[in-house]
């Protein structure tokens, strides 16, 4: 969606599609970030993403990205529904546990189209994401999916998305850091990374 092209794999089959971390450079306002697309974690054991696999990948990201410059922004996507004990497991594992709570940290929600606004979501959810400890420095409530195509060549939610992007687009601006966290120790409480 922010790169304005099918680069990044998705799907909406049960089993994940991401099995490793993939950096996509995107120019926002003239200036260029490098986005990393991080394997899903949290799927079932039977699902096609090992999870200990998983959680040492990204923690070797976490560690290479503190080495060549720095973290500046997480950002946390999910799409709306329910908090589970995922959401805050993978929260608590990359906010506190790879990043010391030293990252600014955003969250975007998607699945948001049926809301009116959009934002709304957030408005009526946010409080419940205090009460579990899960503090964010920004949000964005917004549609990823185009959905299906209308006569004319448009997409059902072609106009929505189009603001989607503008919103993440402000969001990463707004709270990215301009010096990234660098790690200063290799080991993460109550994992052991091998």
């Known amino acids: 969606m922010i790169l304005g092209s099918e680069q990044a794999k998705v799907s909406n089959r049960l089993l994940g599609e991401t ?9 926002i306002d003239g200036k260029t970030y490098n986005l990393h697309d991080t394997v899903e974690l949290g799927e079932h054991s039977s699902g096609t993403a090992d ?3 998983a959680v040492r990948n990204l923690y070797r990201l976490v560690t290479n ?3 060549s410059g720095g973290v500046n922004l997480l950002v946390f996507v999910m799409k709306q529904g ?3 004990e995922t959401i805050h497991k993978n929260y608590v594992l990359f906010h506190h546990g790879f990043c010391d709570s ?3 940290i955003a969250i975007v929600v998607t699945g948001c ?22 503090t964010f420095d920004g949000h964005a409530c917004v549609c990823a999916f185009k959905g299906r195509q209308i006569d004319g060549g448009g997409y059902r939610n072609g ?19 301009s010096d990234g966290w660098e ?7 109550g994992f052991e990374i091998y």
């Open 19 to 27: 099995f490793k971390s993939t950096i996509y450079p995107v120019e």
């Open 51 to 53: 999870s200990a696999k």
């Open 65 to 67: 990205l503190s080495n």
């Open 82 to 84: 329910r908090l589970m």
């Open 102 to 104: 030293k990252v600014p």
């Open 113 to 134: 189209e049926d809301i009116e606004p959009m934002d709304r979501w957030w408005i009526d959810n946010e409080a419940s994401f205090s009460r579990a400890g899960m």
């Open 159 to 177: 106009d929505l998305v189009n603001g989607s992007v503008g919103v993440v687009k402000d969001l990463i601006v707004q709270h990215c850091a």
């Open 183 to 189: 790690k200063v120790h290799s080991i993460v409480k």
